[in-house]
């Protein structure tokens, strides 16, 4: 059974820190493209950071320069680091894993962690 679990997800002010964490368990971490999307309230879900197999990360345009996505293979967790939080950041944080199987692109997702910032 696969889960990603989020945690870290709070209330802060603008200007803030935050770090994300996403534990991930029944799958092979290593193999899987990592991803962090969110999704406010009455807004589509967008990608906010990617980090592949082999470390290759990439960003949304707005988040670029503020947020750091980075993976622990070891601990199969990924995370995402964000610094100078803006109340447009406040959304559903959710975890994403991504592989191909057998030819088959597989996706899973975490329940969702919520961030907050207030102006």
């Known amino acids: 059974q696969v889960q990603l679990v989020e945690s870290g997800g709070d209330l802060v002010q603008a200007g803030g820190s935050l770090r994300l964490s996403c534990a991930a368990s029944g799958i092979i971490f290593s193999l899987n493209t990592m991803g962090w999307y969110r999704q406010a309230s009455g807004k589509q879900r967008e990608l906010v950071a990617v980090?592949?197999?082999?470390?290759?990360?990439n960003y949304a345009d707005s988040v670029r320069g503020r947020f750091t996505i980075s993976r622990d293979n070891a601990k199969n967790t990924v995370y995402l680091q964000m610094n100078s939080l803006k109340p447009e950041d406040t959304a559903v944080y959710y975890c994403n894993a991504q592989s191909v199987y057998r030819g088959s692109l597989r996706i899973y997702w975490g329940q969702g962690t919520q961030v907050t910032v207030s102006s």
């Open positions: 980090i592949t197999s082999g470390d290759t990360s």
